[in-house]
């Protein structure tokens, strides 16, 4: 069964303070890992997807990375409006079903 | 992207009663999703909307409590029937626009069941 395991759970850091989120994740056949940003009471917002190993993409501040057991979400220099709950899913080859984390968190500090 | 609109945005309701959710888009999409989103939790995914057919369930979720509709391209109902306090949730729908690989998601509908 496919699983999807984000870590921590939370994350409290200081504005210009960089960190980064983890997604491990198990699946038969990857076709994509999706990341996500939801904020308070709306929907999730896309991020990324990447689809293989050693795949990076950049925007803005953040920059996600994949390798064949986890993704990184990596976020420099945050700023406060780059507080929310970010969300990293996976689906499977031949499938459009999207299997979520229990995201993480983020708050930065002023 | 597209703009996605779901009504209502929120509800409070009895148990017992049942609560029609509407997920409109404005462009042509191929497939349309309903996810549900319990407190504190991540989404899980209810079932696939299909065109003209009936809906695809995943495990646990069954068409007489979410019956599913999907008339056209651009439009798909999800229904939470003899609602208990336990449905209290949000209902997000999603899609993946024609020539799309990414889900986008709907503001959500947030349910709370009294």
């Known amino acids: 069964e496919d699983q999807v395991t984000q870590s921590p759970e939370a994350l409290r850091l200081q504005e210009g303070e960089s960190s980064s989120l983890n997604c491990s994740y198990t699946?038969?056949?990857?076709?994509?890992l999706f990341w996500y940003r939801q904020d308070p009471g709306k929907g999730p917002e896309f991020l990324f997807t990447?689809?293989?190993a050693g795949e990076e993409k950049e925007k803005e501040r953040l920059k996600a990375t994949l390798t064949k057991k986890e993704s990184f979400l990596h976020i420099t220099a945050p700023k406060p409006e780059d507080s929310a709950t970010y969300l990293c899913?996976?689906?499977?080859?031949?499938?459009?079903?999207?299997?979520f984390g229990q995201g993480t968190r983020l708050t930065i500090n002023p | 992207s597209a703009v996605i609109s779901q009504k209502p945005s929120r509800d409070i309701c009895q148990r017992g009663t049942s609560l029609t959710i509407q997920c409109q888009v404005d462009?042509?999409?191929?497939?349309m999703f309903w996810y549900r989103q319990q407190p504190g939790q991540s989404l899980t995914l209810i079932a696939t909307a299909n065109q003209g057919s009936e809906a695809t369930y995943e495990s646990g979720f069954v068409i007489d409590k979410f019956p599913i509709s999907r008339p056209n391209l651009t439009f798909s109902t999800l229904t939470v029937s003899n609602m208990s306090p336990e449905d209290s949730s949000i209902y997000l729908c999603?899609?993946?626009?024609?020539?799309?690989?990414?889900?986008?998601f709907g503001p959500g509908t947030r349910l709370t069941v009294l």
């Open positions: 990447l689809y293989s």
């Open positions: 462009s042509q999409v191929t497939m």
């Open positions: 899913a996976v689906s499977q080859a031949g499938a459009q079903k999207l299997v």
């Open positions: 699946v038969s056949g990857l076709r994509g």
């Open positions: 999603s899609i993946i626009l024609v020539m799309g690989d990414t889900q986008y």
